[in-house]
């Protein structure tokens, strides 16, 4: 018997810890494809969020999720029941088939399964008229995945960074992955390849406001040359090409990405720029009933 409860001792820790974790679960659950499970090898949602520092009590802006809300059907359930989800999505009353299609399916989607979507709020990001993503000041994360190049083209990026500024919390997170740019190419201002070089990506973040914090090689793709034909969308998902040395863009696999997070800065105090050695105890560097000196680190 002593044996048997010895072995059980050892053998508990291991089964603990190979449990899988609720995120874990959801990425496995059965409400995601094949297809779209498929792609996990390249865009790595367990280790992003890790790395993004996304918990399920937080409240989250998912940024122009796309039709099919790869990362929705991920974060939503996740964050369900002791969290928060807005998804800012295209303008209902947009005049561009594009984003109406988009937002359409997207709604389709959302409105048959409420046991996983019933608590997604829909918002509008529609730069320059609607930019209230979230309520200011309101949000522990904003995500994005693989989006910027598009405000690039359209001449949005600022008010967009701007928007996500306005709607994290002082200390939130602001998480981007996006196709990686070479370094040894200018930056086109427009995007045109789909690409974007990540000193672009931080200048824009800073611009509005953003300190950088880190960034990680969890979705690099050292395969891809970054001289296609159509761009970025010459490589998978997209194939642009179609059948056109579709084996040999499959070999590469999805783009090779950046994944970057910058934090909205904590406001500074009028504590901050004293001395420090003026601090002799915990009482009296107390000084919360001093109001906060307004910091603009734009």
């Not at 048997?4 to 089964?15: E, K, R, S, W």
């Not at 496995?28 to 009590?57: C, M």
């Not at 979705?219 to 056109?244: F, H, I, Q, R």
């Amino acid at each position: 018997m002593r044996k048997i409860l010895l072995a059980l001792l050892f053998v508990a820790p291991y089964i603990a810890a190979n449990e899988p974790t609720a995120l874990q679960h959801i990425i496995n659950g059965k409400h995601r494809s094949a297809e779209h499970k498929q792609r996990d090898q390249y865009r790595h949602p367990e280790q992003t969020l890790a790395f993004f520092d996304v918990k399920d009590t937080m409240t989250v802006v998912e940024i122009s999720p796309g039709k099919e809300g790869w990362y929705t059907e991920i974060l939503a359930p996740y964050l369900r029941d002791k969290g928060k989800l807005y998804a800012a999505h295209f303008s209902p009353g947009s005049d561009n088939p594009f984003f109406k299609s988009s937002l359409d399916a997207f709604l389709d989607k959302i409105h048959k399964h409420p046991k996983l979507y019933d608590k997604v709020e829909i918002t509008v990001l529609d730069p320059p008229k609607e930019v209230q993503i979230a309520p200011n000041n309101s949000a522990d994360r904003v995500l994005t995945f693989r989006n910027v190049h598009n405000w690039m083209k359209n001449d949005q990026a600022p008010a967009v960074f701007n928007a996500m500024f306005k709607a994290l919390k002082p200390g939130g997170i602001l998480g981007i992955v996006e196709h990686r740019g070479s370094i040894l190419k200018p930056q086109d201002p427009k995007a045109v390849s789909g690409y974007v070089t990540e000193d672009y990506v931080i200048a824009l973040a800073r611009k509005a406001g953003f300190e950088f914090l880190a960034k990680s090689e969890i979705n690099a793709n050292p395969k891809d040359t970054k001289n296609y034909p159509e761009g970025v969308w010459t490589l998978p998902p997209t194939l642009k090409l179609k059948e056109e040395d579709k084996d040999k863009y499959l070999a590469i696999g999805e783009s090779d990405r950046m994944t970057i997070k910058f934090i909205k800065p904590q406001p500074k105090t009028i504590a901050s720029f004293l001395p420090k050695a003026l601090f002799t105890d915990v009482e009296r560097a107390s000084l919360a009933d001093i109001p906060a000196v307004i910091h603009n680190s734009k």
